[in-house]
């Protein structure tokens, strides 16, 4: 194992606890709340210490829904090749890999996140490949893509949105989980589901986030 990586999942094991996201009880992940230092460190402080914004850390309100609604119709991911766009925690590649997709790609560009990734999919015993490279822009080799809460920035969401939209036109299905951030794109999208989504007001302005799965194209 690569020093770095064994430091990743030191550090991800010495800051998180196993924890079971509300909306998805079935999966366990590596989570920091409110016993850690983490959970409580500002972006400023991690900046100074060398710390990405753990967005790995946390059960995002998006990231839940989307994953819920994979468990929930495992036809859409069944037999399929499925990639996890900024996966994070990884917690909807492993439920896509849970519901019997025939490969599951986990996408991110945070060195922590593929650390994470690994000791995740361990701890609910599935088998993830992880890629590093920014893939905005290219061809997948894929039939489904997942995406969990991505619109939360302008300029991400603006590098996105016709993205998406190339995938859906060559025939890919692309699936969001949004809890209404300011950066959806709001034309070319179906409503397939709505979820009313556990969250922390530490991480969100409410205790329950309306979460929507959306379908390009």
């Not at 030191?10 to 016993?35: G, K, Q, R, W, Y």
């Amino acid at each position: 194992m690569p020093r770095s990586a064994s430091r990743f999942k030191d550090f991800i094991l010495a800051n998180t606890a196993l924890i079971a996201p509300p909306h998805v009880p079935e999966i366990s992940l590596h989570l920091a709340d409110e016993a850690h230092d983490l959970w409580h460190r500002t972006e400023e402080e991690l900046a100074e210490i060398g710390l990405p914004p753990p967005f790995w850390a946390f059960a995002w309100a998006g990231g839940q829904g989307l994953a819920r609604h994979v468990l929930d119709n495992p036809q859409i991911v069944r037999g399929k090749r499925v990639v996890d766009f900024a996966t994070g925690s990884g917690l909807v590649a492993i439920a896509a890999a849970k519901a019997g997709a025939a490969g599951v790609t986990a996408c991110d560009i945070d060195p922590f996140c593929e650390a994470a990734v690994s000791l995740n999919a361990a701890v609910n015993g599935v088998a993830i490949a992880f890629n590093s490279d920014d893939r905005i822009g290219e061809n997948l080799d894929a039939d489904v893509l997942l995406a969990g809460d991505v619109f939360y920035d302008r300029a991400f969401a603006e590098r996105l949105a016709p993205w998406f939209a190339q995938l859906s036109d060559a025939g890919m299905t692309v699936l969001v989980g949004d809890p209404g951030r300011s950066y959806l794109p709001r034309a070319n999208l179906t409503r397939l589901a709505e979820y009313q989504v556990p969250v922390t007001r530490a991480l969100e302005d409410t205790e329950i986030k309306r979460t929507t799965v959306w379908q390009f194209g």
